[in-house]
């Protein structure tokens, strides 16, 4: 009898959830797409009704719709949500408002309580795990940023910390560690899925921590990049690095571990799909007619144009980091060569000249290098943008087997809690399979270096402040 492990990935623009045995092989996945978030003014972004709740739920029930064999083999359930969210809930445990993004400029700030019905303020995880479990717990590794947690303990901080954070402490779930139990799975719950009446929900971390793990990275030469709606990325370390400036100490999804992640793009995959989006009804036709993604189509005839697409040049703002709210997306460069699979493919390659950058700063800053690169999320399934990353670092880069590292980090810590393997590191080496190696291309690798060097490293010099003085009338709100 296979022992399995289930891993939940609800992320920001739909929950995954993958089914896997004791050696990491994933058995079946499924998914469910979230409802696009409402932003009924700059700068406020959520999620409407009660989507992340509800897709998790259908996602469960994809992935086991998928799945033949005998339930009673799943053993535990690891859950991973998006972090940086805030989750207002009611004294029964409701939303008393609807879920904040991390997109929303709210979450860049302490919370203010404004809501008399709300009881609890916590976040994805604590939500969700609630949902699942009926505790109010949530996972230490989620409390990033405005959360008032001592990372010496990973417990919440004094009272007064807790205030400064606008928050009271009979206001927040209790703490647990990534692979710590949230409890066993609500019995009509167990029932519905047709899961074992024992079966227990365990803590992960943060997303990109859970990413972290479920990449197996392990080594200080190592980094992994995370090609999701936020695309960053991300060293595994063991000390934690005080007053970073170009990049982000966070928890990794090991007690007392910490991952380093690099300055991010925001809205990175979701750009791709933008784009997607207008690139007109003859891509869907193709992609109907030969039975597949519209993403593909894009990717194969994007793939056939030369490297640094033809002179047209991508500089991705186009949601703005809260540092830098004048910021905006950029395109130049046209002329009539130019087609929206230059386009497609200039957006590929600012995403990673913009990532590149952005570990470079990483890098330099702790006077370390690296030699290997994991790319991972969504953007890992094409071909072209990894090809152009491997060029572009000039480095062997690697993608998983597993559908969602996410998920399978999620398992990863299911089958620490429930001690089918000795710890964090023996899952790395046991769970965690290569899907395909990329070796750089020398030629294409001068020429994107030249250009990110000599162009692409320069242009925030002119744009910023032109951007900058011309921000009210291009933020103007539409009548």
């Not at 029930?61 to 009673?72: K, Q």
């Not at 571990?257 to 791709?272: A, D, N, P």
């Amino acid at each position: 009898m296979k022992n399995l492990l289930m891993g939940i990935d609800s992320g920001s623009q739909s929950t995954k959830v993958g089914l896997f045995d004791q050696q990491g092989n994933e058995i079946c996945y499924g998914s469910d797409l979230l409802k696009s978030t409402e932003t009924p003014a700059p700068g406020v972004v959520y999620h409407p009704g009660d989507d992340l709740w509800e897709s998790l739920l259908r996602a469960v029930e994809n992935c086991l719709d998928n799945f033949t064999g005998d339930r009673s083999q799943i053993l535990g359930i690891g859950l991973c949500t998006i972090r940086c969210c805030r989750v207002l809930l009611d004294e029964k445990g409701d939303l008393a408002e609807p879920v904040i993004s991390w997109m929303d400029m709210r979450m860049s700030q302490p919370y203010i309580h404004q809501n008399e019905a709300v009881k609890y303020v916590t976040t994805t995880s604590g939500y969700l795990g609630f949902r699942l479990t009926g505790s109010f717990k949530d996972s230490c590794s989620n409390q990033e940023v405005y959360w008032p947690m001592d990372w010496q303990t990973l417990q919440w901080a004094d009272d007064a910390e807790i205030q400064s954070q606008g928050l009271k402490r009979s206001q927040l779930f209790e703490l647990i560690k990534p692979g710590e139990s949230y409890g066993p799975l609500r019995s009509e719950l167990s029932e519905r899925f047709g899961l074992r009446s024992d079966i227990h929900v365990f803590a992960t971390g943060n997303d990109k921590a859970v990413e972290v793990l479920g990449a197996g990275i392990d080594t200080a030469d190592e980094i992994m990049i995370s090609l999701g709606t936020f695309i960053s990325a991300m060293l595994y370390r063991h000390d934690y690095y005080s007053n970073a400036e170009t990049f982000f100490p966070t928890l990794a999804c090991e007690p007392f571990k910490y991952v380093y992640e690099s300055t991010g793009i925001r809205r990175g995959m979701w750009t791709v799909s933008w784009f997607k989006n207008l690139a007109g009804e003859d891509i869907s036709k193709i992609a109907e007619m030969e039975n597949i993604s519209e993403e593909d189509v894009l990717n194969r005839i994007a793939e056939s144009i030369a490297p640094g697409s033809e002179g047209l040049i991508t500089l991705l703002d186009w949601l703005s980091p809260p540092s830098h709210q004048f910021r905006k997306g950029v395109m130049f460069g046209f002329d009539q060569r130019h087609t929206k699979y230059h386009i497609y493919r200039s957006i590929l390659e600012a995403i990673a000249y913009t990532i590149k950058n952005n570990i470079d700063l990483m890098l330099k800053e702790i006077s370390s290098s690296i030699n290997t690169i994991y790319v991972i999320g969504g953007g890992a399934k094409s071909d072209v943008l990894v090809q152009i990353i491997c060029d572009l670092f000039g480095k062997e880069t690697y993608t998983l087997k597993a559908n969602s590292s996410a998920c399978l980090g999620a398992a990863m810590c299911a089958a620490v809690g429930l001690g089918l393997v000795e710890d964090f590191n023996h899952a790395k080496r046991e769970m965690v399979h290569i899907k395909k190696k990329y070796s750089p291309n020398q030629e294409n690798h001068i020429y994107y270096d030249g250009i990110n060097s000599n162009v692409y490293t320069k242009i925030r010099d002119y744009t910023d402040p032109l951007l900058s003085e011309v921000h009210k009338f291009l933020n103007k709100a539409s009548t």
